[in-house]
């Protein structure tokens, strides 16, 4: 089956341990992005990849690092969490970064 | 960054009301997108428009990409209950060569028996 997948799920952390949320797509998609999702303000778009060691900036990137080494996933690092990246993190993927799909999500809470 | 209008932001209907709603920016497009995200889940692509003027449908879904290329609406015909979710417009804009989807803050419809 087609998808991309997201782990964990759910997360609760405390201020500034160092945690990385996983993207995988077995879809064989160049592109992949990380969206939050805050309610009033839809999806924002953090980091993208166009390809394997090509990352660039989204809308929000500050207090976030990301790495693609290989096609299929694309980890979300928060080096120092603090409590205002409290959001619902999505991973989503495309061939050409327009039909994007998106990952069931990671709901993360920083206390 | 950069957001699309989208109207309303909720709607309350019943079972069997057609349902409209739409996205404005005063960016031109050239590509837009309606998805849906159910509660707990991510956004499921629902339509994909590519010409300014085009008119598809998907089932009951029909979305129109607007002539001026800075609006797209979504219709809805004869709501059933498990239309209820977030609907979202997403725009791809003209000159950026990033890809970049730009997203609505989203129209939550309920449905009622």
């Known amino acids: 089956e087609a998808q991309v997948t997201q782990n964990p799920r759910y997360l609760i952390t405390v201020t500034g341990k160092k945690l990385t949320v996983t993207c995988s797509q077995n879809?064989?998609?160049?592109?992949m992005s990380w969206y939050r999702q805050d309610p009033g303000l839809g999806l924002r778009q953090i980091y993208y990849?166009?390809?394997?060691?090509?990352?660039d900036k989204g809308d929000v990137p500050e207090g976030y690092k990301v790495s693609r080494k290989e096609k299929r996933n694309f980890p979300l690092i928060l080096e120092s969490p603090s409590p205002n990246q409290t959001s619902l993190y999505f991973c989503a993927s495309s061939f050409t970064g327009t039909e994007q799909y998106f990952g069931p999500g990671t709901r993360l809470t920083v206390t | 960054g950069q957001q699309l209008n989208q109207s309303p932001q909720s709607m309350f209907i019943q079972e069997g009301e057609d349902v409209s709603m739409n996205c404005t920016s005063s960016?031109?497009?050239?590509?837009w997108l309606w998805y849906k995200q159910d509660p707990g889940e991510g956004p499921v692509l629902l339509i994909a428009l590519y010409k300014a003027g085009e008119l598809t449908s998907n089932g009951r879904l029909t979305a129109q990409f607007g002539i001026t290329r800075k609006d797209s609406f979504l219709n809805i015909s004869a709501s059933i209950p498990s239309d209820v979710g977030i609907y979202f417009c997403?725009?791809?804009?003209?000159?950026?060569?990033?890809?970049?989807?730009?997203f609505g803050t989203g129209t939550r419809l309920q449905v009622f028996p």
């Open positions: 997403a725009g791809q804009l003209v000159m950026r060569n990033t890809d970049k989807l730009i």
């Open positions: 879809m064989n998609h160049e592109y």
């Open positions: 960016s031109i497009f050239n590509t």
């Open positions: 990849s166009m390809n394997v060691e090509v990352t």
